[in-house]
């Protein structure tokens, strides 16, 4: 099974909400990536969790905060967004982070800020 | 730089075979991927490449690298209506395993 959840699949939010956008995996994976997709672009890299510690952070505004609660589970906190930051979010995650890791997407959350 | 480059389109016919070419920057990648997105959805991953094969099939797939050239291709026999999609290659960025993508193509099958 490599199957990556995402919840909720839709979510439109206004620029003083706070919500947040939920990742699950089962596979035993010890690493978990958010990324964020505009129309038309590639996959850009936001966060990077490696056994539940946060090992990369691409200079993403503190509007967007990550947690890891446990090696299954990946949060992304969103407070105070612009409407620029309406986008897909898509999950993933891989055995680890050795650099030869393939990493399996989830389905993406579609966000639209207010 | 990270630009891994792409042709925007390529339109086929059902039937014809496809050819996706990508060409990327770090030969120091360790594996080269293809991944596969149709609208509104996340990404699939299609297939992969260890950088010291030259080729690999996978049923209808077929990856082609070019070490030398920093040049990979997927070929897609017999190319149907459900291939239509974007697809992206992606280039993996070393110890940290961060994922390089290309700019990704779009593929239109025509019936």
């Known amino acids: 099974d490599t199957e990556v959840t995402q919840t909720p699949k839709h979510l439109v939010m206004g620029m003083t909400n706070k919500k947040s956008l939920k990742c699950e995996q089962h596979m035993g994976h010890r690493a978990m990536y958010w990324y964020k997709q505009k129309a038309k672009k590639p996959p850009e890299l936001m966060f990077v969790?490696?056994?539940?510690?946060?090992?990369i952070n691409e200079s993403v505004p503190s509007r967007f905060s990550p947690e890891c609660p446990n090696s299954s589970l990946l949060n992304l906190h969103l407070h105070a967004l612009q409407p620029e930051d309406s986008a897909l979010y898509l999950c993933?995650?891989?055995?680890?982070?050795?650099?030869?890791?393939?990493?399996?997407f989830g389905p993406g959350t579609r966000l639209l800020v207010l | 730089g990270e630009d891994v480059e792409q042709s925007l389109f390529l339109s086929v016919r059902e039937g014809d075979s496809s050819v996706i070419n990508c060409t990327y920057t770090?030969?120091?990648?360790?594996?080269l991927y293809w991944y596969k997105q149709e609208p509104g959805a996340g990404l699939q991953l299609l297939t992969y490449?260890?950088?010291?094969?030259d080729m690999k099939q996978d049923q209808r797939l077929t990856v082609l690298l070019n070490k030398k050239d920093k040049h990979l291709s997927l070929r897609i026999a017999d190319t149907q209506t459900g291939d239509s999609a974007i697809y992206f290659c992606?280039?993996?960025?070393?110890?940290?395993?961060?994922?390089?993508f290309g700019t990704g193509t779009l593929l239109a099958v025509q019936p």
């Open positions: 969790y490696s056994y539940e510690k946060l090992s």
């Open positions: 993933a995650s891989s055995l680890g982070t050795s650099g030869t890791e393939t990493q399996y």
């Open positions: 770090d030969s120091s990648s360790t594996y």
């Open positions: 992606a280039e993996n960025g070393g110890a940290t395993n961060k994922l390089i």
């Open positions: 490449i260890f950088s010291n094969m």
